[in-house]
């Protein structure tokens, strides 16, 4: 059997704790080093040991928490950067050239919204939006000149749900890669390239670092000229992961598996007493039956995460007010520690979307269920909304 065999074959929580984690070769340190070097010495000229010359290029740490990434998502190749967002410029320049066009969902993040609309569309890549949550919408979007359909599932923040094979075969068809955004669900609820991916990417500093502590993000993929093509491009581009950071997405990783059920468990208990709260006009979990993805969401993830969205009663102004009466809840960006977190998309995590087609509701509350008591939770959000 090889490892590769051996791996496929490993439960994810396991590999969540050994992929990448070699015994350290000098002190048999079951956690690997934090390699804070930038140079390597050589054995002469060329003469490389491991294949390390400088750590932009590669470093130990950041390799084994690379290793663990394409494990979990069942990918060859995973590659580390410095942030999602670096994550995504990199995949989009190596995929694109000017003249190209990309689909992207009608309510994606905002920072992804602003990459491609101040900043890839300066190089002349051209992008339209489409309700990826309908396989005919994504159809009708596409051009001669696609090259790209760029999908959220769950998306942030109304945590719409798209058939990832449907749109894989569709993308596919038209000669397009299936770019996944992966970072709401996890690798743990949720595997894109098992189902027609042909990268996923991951804001890391959410789930995956899952202690608000680092910033970074990845990609992953199956293709292995992608891959070679990526690789490159990270080297040339230089947003990596330093090894720190790395190091705490490789720690965090490790409780993936049980924060994630924890998650889930608790948003689940916070959705349902959302609905039958008489100021709380629609609630926006996939986990719920009314759910529009509902049925499709049940069959491509786990289970339904840690993230819950919500309207309220009121308008802009009382959605404001309930994020900040919130006590437990603390206000703030970001998602994905074990902390929970509320914000108002509006004003702040998608205030770049305002204006445009990507435009967020203005009674729109988003929260973060980290994995505190539920029964804290509950009483928080309650008197939230008064």
């Known amino acids: ?23 350290d070769p000098l002190t048999g340190a079951v956690v690997p080093p934090i390699y804070q070097v930038s ?13 390390y010359e400088y750590s932009r290029s590669a470093n130990p740490t950041r390799t084994a928490l690379e290793e663990n990434l394409a494990a979990l998502e069942g ?19 190596t995929l694109l050239s000017p003249g190209d066009h990309v689909v992207i969902p009608n309510d994606a993040y905002g920072g992804t919204f602003r990459l491609f609309a101040k900043v890839v569309s300066r190089w002349g890549v051209e992008w339209s939006v489409a309700d990826t949550s309908d396989p005919a919408a994504v159809r009708a979007a596409l051009t001669p000149r696609t090259k790209v359909v760029w999908v959220e599932t769950p998306s942030n923040p109304l945590l719409g749900i798209t058939d990832i094979a449907a749109v894989a075969e569709i993308a596919h068809t038209a000669g397009a890669k299936l770019v996944v955004d992966n970072t709401f669900a996890s690798p ?24 608000s502590d680092v910033v970074g993000g990845a990609l992953i993929t199956n293709d292995a000229g992608i891959a070679e093509e990526l690789v490159f491009h990270q080297n040339a581009m230089g947003a990596v992961a330093g090894p720190f950071d790395a190091w705490l997405v490789l720690r965090g990783i490790k409780t993936l598996a049980v924060r994630m059920d924890r998650h889930s468990e608790n948003a689940t208990r916070i959705a349902d007493m959302l609905t039958a709260h008489p100021k709380v006009t629609q609630v926006l979990y996939p986990g719920l039956p009314e759910h529009a993805g509902h049925e499709t969401a049940a069959k491509q993830m786990k289970a339904f ?14 959605a404001v007010e309930v994020c900040n009466r919130a006590r ?11 902390e929970s977190l509320i914000e108002h998309p509006g004003r702040m995590t998608h205030a770049s979307a305002a204006g445009s087609a990507l435009e967020v509701p203005a009674d729109l509350v988003r929260l973060s269920v980290g994995i505190e008591s539920g029964d804290d939770l509950l009483a928080d959000l309650k008197q939230a909304l008064g």
């Open 1 to 23: 059997m090889t490892d590769e065999q051996s791996r496929s074959e490993r439960a994810f929580e396991t590999l969540a704790i050994h992929a990448g984690n070699t015994a």
């Open 39 to 51: 140079t390597y010495k050589q054995d002469g000229v060329g003469g490389l040991r491991g294949g």
């Open 75 to 93: 990918g060859r190749r995973g590659l580390a950067f410095a942030s999602g967002l670096a994550a995504e410029d990199c995949l989009l320049r």
């Open 188 to 211: 743990y609820l949720q595997q894109p390239i098992a189902l027609g991916a042909d990268v996923v990417v991951h804001s890391t500093t959410k789930y995956m670092g899952g202690h």
């Open 305 to 318: 995460g840690g993230m819950v969205s919500f309207r309220v009663e009121g308008g802009e102004e009382a």
């Open 328 to 338: 437990l809840f603390t206000l703030g960006e970001s998602l994905g520690g074990v």
